[in-house]
């Protein structure tokens, strides 16, 4: 029978696991043996090296009182045993009884995949022998996963391995696009007919950052699946100074964003020690709760944009500071009095104020790509049909709707929706060379809605009162 752990690696590196021999002990191959033939197999990872396990043969006798449904899959009480699991470091155990090497519902490999969170079977061939098997004494008078206990329960020979560190060679492998490798794994949502549309990668240097190599892949890869990737500041940012002449270093694209500067919180690994982190998982999350409130057109930013559970920032910015980096595309986490730490800022890379680019603007650009990716999903019904009038009509018809329908929820800019948006599908569009070729050509625009980064007001004083 072979175990896997199912939780608890430390990176994404293929290395050497660990196992464990039934009634002996762990081997770093990642087998545990019950006999010759069954293994179970553990993901690598040093967390397991605390996990141990039990067979009992404390099962239901034959007779009337063996359970129906037991009976029912052709099961006999000799076919059964029970399998306890413990991580001896968390406490934590997993206890499932009545299982079987036969196929069935039983069967000890869908039953952990199942209901395990600790290990799942990978081959399975004979029935495990009991721990006890062969103890006599004052060996089974020790209670099974005490201190005590050395035979009763197997242990770990051989440590576990964490893996190395990451590399832009994980990332970006030779061949990795095609061979759905490192970070194009994310290319197995395309075969499904899934999508991504937010970017993150952790740091893996021991500097806490990335390769830059890494971070042009991902941002190309981003531009090619009309997504975002959100940057983590480089460790090198350590003040407003350093960001400023830091930035010219990034590459300037409409599907990045960067923000700064990192957190400090408390780190559960090490006794709750304040430590510095990468800030892109928690602005992931702002995004998506902007999302699932407001919309892909609201910015991601502002006072409702807090970080819930950061109690600090690795660098405090006034509001002078953050009115030198905004302009130059730099998106700023900020501390303010009554609403904590929050995200103020949202500009792509192509938000330098000198690049006058349309898409500056995070929401400005999500929501063109958000249009892009659905009418260009929602249009695969127009292949193969004939390409004329009655066609046009009908792409006009159902991409104005779905236009329609952005307007209503406050996508767009306008009073009206030809103010909004436009839809234009026909003879214009579409000329006798192109339905010639088999291309049909639909043109879609929008007023995009910008968010306002400054409120200026023209105070008077006459007179003794105050006109705003």
């Known amino acids: 029978q072979l175990l896997n752990h199912t939780s608890g690696i430390h990176s994404y590196t293929s290395s050497p696991g660990w196992a464990k021999t039934w009634n002996d002990e762990l081997s770093p191959d990642a087998i545990l043996e019950f006999v010759a033939a069954d293994t179970f197999d553990f993901a690598p990872g040093t967390w397991g090296d605390s996990l141990r396990a039990r067979v009992d043969y404390d099962v ?11 009976a029912a899959a ?17 406490g934590i155990s997993e206890v499932f009884r009545n299982v079987s090497t036969k196929a069935g519902a039983r069967h000890i490999g869908k039953v952990l995949e199942n209901e395990s969170g600790l290990v799942t079977a990978k081959t399975v061939a004979g029935k495990p022998e009991t721990s006890d098997d062969g103890l006599t004494g004052d060996d089974l008078k020790v209670v099974p996963f005490s201190p005590l206990d050395t035979k009763r329960t197997s242990g770990v020979k051989a440590a576990g391995d964490d893996g190395d560190f990451l590399s832009a060679a994980e990332l970006t492998p030779a061949n990795a696009e095609t061979a759905r490798l490192g970070l194009f794994a994310l290319e197995q949502l395309y075969a499904s007919d899934g999508l991504f549309n937010l970017l993150c990668i952790p740091p893996y240097l021991t500097d806490g950052g990335i390769d830059a190599a890494v971070a042009a892949a ?19 940012w350590t003040d407003k100074a350093k960001a400023v ?43 998506a709760r902007t999302d699932s409130k ?62 006058a680019d349309e898409y500056k603007y995070i929401p400005v650009r999500r929501t063109a790509l958000f249009i892009e990716e659905s009418l260009f999903r929602g249009t695969q019904w127009v292949v193969f049909e004939p390409n004329d009038e009655p066609l046009w009509a009908q792409i ?45 050509n639909i043109h879609v625009g929008f007023a995009p809605l910008k968010p306002a980064e400054f409120v200026v007001l023209k105070i008077q004083q006459i007179a003794g009162a105050i006109d705003v």
Do not use: H
Not at 340 to 349: F, H, Q
């Open 218 to 236: 991902a941002t190309a890869y981003c531009e090619k699946r009309r997504a975002i990737f959100i940057m983590d500041p480089p460790a090198a």
């Open 294 to 355: 407001r919309g892909v057109w609201k910015a991601p930013a502002g006072l409702e944009a807090n970080l819930i559970g950061v109690p600090e920032l690795s660098v405090g910015l006034t509001d002078d500071e953050n009115g030198e980096l905004n302009p130059k595309g730099i998106n700023c986490l900020r501390a303010f009095p009554t609403g904590g730490r929050v995200v103020w800022g949202s500009r792509t890379l192509r938000g330098d104020d000198g690049l």
């Open 74 to 90: 052709g099961l006999l009480s000799a076919d059964l045993f029970n399998l306890t699991v413990r991580d001896m470091k968390s």
């Open 396 to 440: 006009r018809l159902n991409l104005g709707a779905f236009m329609n329908n952005l307007f209503r929820q406050g996508a767009f800019q306008g009073k009206t929706p030809r103010e909004a948006y436009f839809v234009k599908c026909d003879k214009e569009t579409t000329t006798q060379n192109d339905i010639d070729l088999g291309i049909v």
């Open 245 to 287: 002449t830091g930035i010219s270093a990034l590459e300037k694209s409409r599907n990045a964003a960067v923000f700064f500067p990192r957190l400090k919180q408390p780190n559960i690994l090490k006794g709750g020690q304040v430590e510095v982190f990468a800030p892109c998982g928690a602005v992931a999350g702002i995004f």
């Open 60 to 70: 239901p006798p034959d007779g009337p009182a063996f359970p129906t449904a037991l």
